[in-house]
Nanobody, 119 residues
Framework: QVQLVESGGGLVQAGGSLRLSCAAS????????MAWFRQAPGKEREFAAG????????YYADSVKGRFTISRDNANDTVYLQMNNLKPEDTAVYYC????????????WGQGTQVTVSS
């Protein structure tokens, strides 16, 4: 089992920045990749950013590329999402997710943290 706990959401004005954190615990050695997803009101959950743990490759949705940065602190099993130049359309609940080695889908999800960007 892997547990994921997000923090760092809040209310910010357009153009501002926030940093989200995701603390992983449990069988973290079995994690192959991690990612941040987001779900805006009335919309489906969408991928925002992710990385493959062993290779270090990072991936971003076009909508956040150049503004968001995903990073990790291996010593503390924590993943971050630095969000700069935020826009009202970034308003959503942000979820951290982990995929285990051999899995096709993300196996574990955090509870989500709300990000609200005012215009």
């Amino acid at each position: 089992q892997v547990q994921l706990v997000e923090s760092g959401g809040g209310l910010v004005q357009a153009g501002g920045s926030l940093r989200l954190s995701c603390a992983a615990s449990g069988r973290t050695f079995s994690i192959y990749s991690m990612a941040w997803f987001r779900q805006a009101p009335g919309k489906e959950r969408e991928f925002a950013a992710g990385f493959v743990r062993s290779a270090g490759n990072t991936y971003y949705a076009d909508s956040v590329k150049g503004r968001f940065t995903i990073s990790r602190d291996n010593a503390n099993d924590t993943v971050y999402l630095q969000m700069n130049n935020l826009k009202p359309e970034d308003t959503a609940v942000y979820y951290c997710a982990a995929k285990l080695t051999g899995s096709a889908l993300y196996d574990y999800w955090g509870q989500g943290t709300q990000v609200t960007v005012s215009s």
